[in-house]
Every structure is written in structure tokens, then in C-alpha cells.
């Protein structure tokens, strides 16, 4: 999955607003929306909001992953037991 807000800042430090494309322009519009309404970011410029935010989906994305990859161990255990109990059945 793509991380829109470190997108948008790559692209607002790139680009001006002028030199973009209508699609860049709504990707960094989108990404501007916790900006806009959060009272946390009040006081942050803009491309220090979104790294900000940036950071917090890509630890949220690692955490993420470290539970699936935790499911996924259970799920094979629950397997292995599931056909030892049917192997002496």
C-alpha cells in the first residue's frame, strides 16, 4: 500500500502546485485533510504534518504485518495439532 502522505510530500517538495498533474493535485489535497481538521497539527507546517503522518501509517503498517505474521504462526500450530489428532484417530 502506498503511503499517501509521504507521496505528497515528496511532491509538494518537487513541485509547485502549478507544475502538477489534476492527480497529484487530489493526492496532496487528500493528504492535507488530517492537516486541516486535527488541532495536533496547528501548529506544524505542512510538510512537517505529513511526515508526521507518514511516519505514524508506516509504524501502524509494521505493526500490522508483526500481527498477521503472529496469526499466521497460530494458525499453522492449530493445523500441525489438528492433523496429529486426526493421524491417531
Same mark, same amino acid.
Given at each position: 500500500?502506498?503511503?499517501?502522505? !509521504?507521496?505528497?510530500?515528496?511532491? *509538494? @517538495?518537487?513541485?509547485?502546485?502549478? %507544475?502538477?498533474?489534476? %492527480?497529484?493535485?487530489?493526492?496532496?489535497?487528500?493528504?492535507?485533510?488530517?492537516?486541516?481538521?486535527?488541532? @495536533?497539527?496547528? =501548529?506544524?507546517?505542512?510538510?512537517?504534518? *505529513?511526515?508526521?503522518?507518514?511516519?505514524?501509517?508506516?509504524? +501502524?503498517? !509494521?505493526?500490522? &504485518? &508483526?500481527?498477521? +505474521?503472529?496469526?499466521? &504462526? +497460530?494458525? !499453522?500450530?492449530?493445523?500441525?495439532?489438528?492433523?496429529?489428532? %486426526?493421524? =491417531? +484417530?
Amino acid at each position: 500500500m502506498a503511503n499517501i502522505f !509521504r507521496e505528497a510530500k515528496q511532491l *509538494l @517538495e518537487t513541485k509547485s502546485i502549478l %507544475e502538477m498533474t489534476q %492527480e497529484e493535485v487530489l493526492t496532496v489535497n487528500a493528504a492535507q485533510i488530517p492537516l486541516d481538521i486535527l488541532p @495536533e497539527f496547528n =501548529h506544524m507546517t505542512t510538510l512537517e504534518g *505529513l511526515e508526521v503522518l507518514a511516519r505514524l501509517l508506516e509504524e +501502524a503498517s !509494521r505493526g500490522n &504485518k &508483526k500481527v498477521e +505474521a503472529s496469526q499466521a &504462526k +497460530a494458525e !499453522r500450530r492449530k493445523r500441525k495439532k489438528l492433523e496429529v489428532v %486426526e493421524s =491417531h +484417530a
